[in-house]
């Protein structure tokens, strides 16, 4: 595809479940980063991966919250024994280079709501 | 830690009509970008315009444009001649330049509605 794109587009599940979430990024994109954006507020950095290391992984914000990068495409998020707390959109962005100034790309999120 | 506020929850603009969307930042780097997004219902984040802050003249890309001040530390949005499809959220955000730390910083963002 032509974009960044995440699945599922919205996910529903019960507190203390454990929940996947997937980003492609653009094809030949090396930095990719996720975000969260709760309710009403901007958007937080969670982690941030060059190829499928992550040098910067400061935004996480538990140790429920787990992040890979495999081939140097696809990202998976993991959330463990989800909160209601968690309930948000988390977008991913991917970037053709990391430290020149490169637009981020953004895929259109995946809404998670724990019940 | 760099923070960024925006200080309009919610802005309304009449089609055709001029806008501002302001944006204040705290920084202790002296090198970094600022950026605004545009959030549609659709949530996907498009950039709308840059601008490095090591450049002193104001980006601009068609109608919108930007006043950027960085001894004040602001960097508002103005949106010329709107048009209905530009409303949405439209967040500020800030990057350092410094190696390994790109990561964006967004202010709460401000929703935009244009009535024709």
């Known amino acids: 595809g032509a974009g960044v794109s995440q699945s599922p587009s919205n996910k529903v599940t019960e507190k203390g479940k454990d929940v996947e979430l997937r980003c492609d990024p653009i094809s030949g994109h090396t930095a990719l980063y996720w975000y969260r954006q709760s309710l009403g507020q901007g958007l937080e950095f969670l982690i941030y991966?060059?190829?499928?290391?992550?040098?910067?992984k400061s935004g996480l914000p538990s140790d429920r919250f787990s992040a890979e990068r495999t081939g140097g495409s696809v990202s998976t998020l993991t959330i463990q024994r989800t909160q209601q707390e968690d309930s948000a959109v988390y977008l991913c962005a991917s970037s053709l280079v990391e430290r020149i100034l490169v637009e981020q790309y953004f895929g259109p999120g995946t809404r998670l709501t724990v019940t | 830690a760099q923070t960024v506020t925006q200080s309009q929850p919610e802005m309304s603009v009449q089609e055709a009509e001029t806008v501002t969307l302001s944006c204040t930042y705290d920084t202790s780097e002296s090198d970094y970008y600022l950026f605004w997004y545009k959030q549609p219902p659709s949530r996907q984040m498009i950039l709308v315009i840059r601008?490095?802050?090591?450049?002193?003249q104001n980006a601009t890309e068609n109608r919108f444009s930007v006043n950027f001040q960085k001894a004040a530390k602001s960097f508002s949005l103005k949106i010329s001649d709107s048009q209905l499809g530009d409303a949405a959220m439209y967040f500020c955000a800030y990057r350092s330049a410094i190696y390994n730390t790109d990561k964006l910083i967004f202010g709460t963002g401000t929703r935009l509605q244009v009535f024709p």
């Open positions: 991966f060059q190829g499928n290391s992550a040098p910067d």
């Open positions: 601008q490095e802050a090591y450049k002193q």
